[in-house]
């Protein structure tokens, strides 16, 4: 089955920078969008970024753009977030997801855009 496996989360400090990677097994990853989402208790999942199937076409929240970089390795099967300059606001609970229906256009930043997740991985940054 469909499974996504994110790893990199933890404790970091304000200023810092993370890595985070989303391990895909279970469908053709090479063929569908990916997006990263971020969760804050009593609060809706935010988009955080998007990229097409090949990882040619980009696109980043307002308030991560310029600081993040979403990435794929389609031989790897694995997806990657990195975030520079990273603020306390940033704190959250960060999810892979995978976009499997058919579809047009290059990306989706809505959270019902999106088929399967990963069970997420904490980032604390600290300040």
């Known amino acids: 089955q469909v499974l996504l496996v994110e790893s990199g989360g933890g404790l970091v400090q304000a200023g810092g920078s993370m890595r985070l990677s989303c391990a895909a097994s279970?469908?053709?990853?090479?063929?569908?969008?990916m997006g990263w989402f971020r969760q804050r208790p009593g609060k809706e999942r935010e988009f955080v970024a998007a990229i097409n199937y090949s990882g040619g076409v980009t696109y980043y929240a307002d308030s991560v753009k310029g600081r993040s970089t979403i990435s794929r390795d389609n031989a790897k099967n694995t997806l990657y977030l990195q975030m520079n300059s990273l603020k306390a606001e940033d704190t959250a609970d960060y999810y892979c997801?995978?976009?499997?229906?058919?579809?047009?256009?290059?990306?989706?930043?809505?959270?019902?855009?999106?088929?399967?997740w990963g069970q997420g991985t904490q980032v604390t940054v600290s300040s």
């Open positions: 997801a995978a976009r499997t229906r058919s579809y047009s256009g290059y990306y989706f930043s809505q959270s019902t855009d999106y088929d399967y």
């Open positions: 279970g469908f053709s990853f090479r063929d569908y969008p």
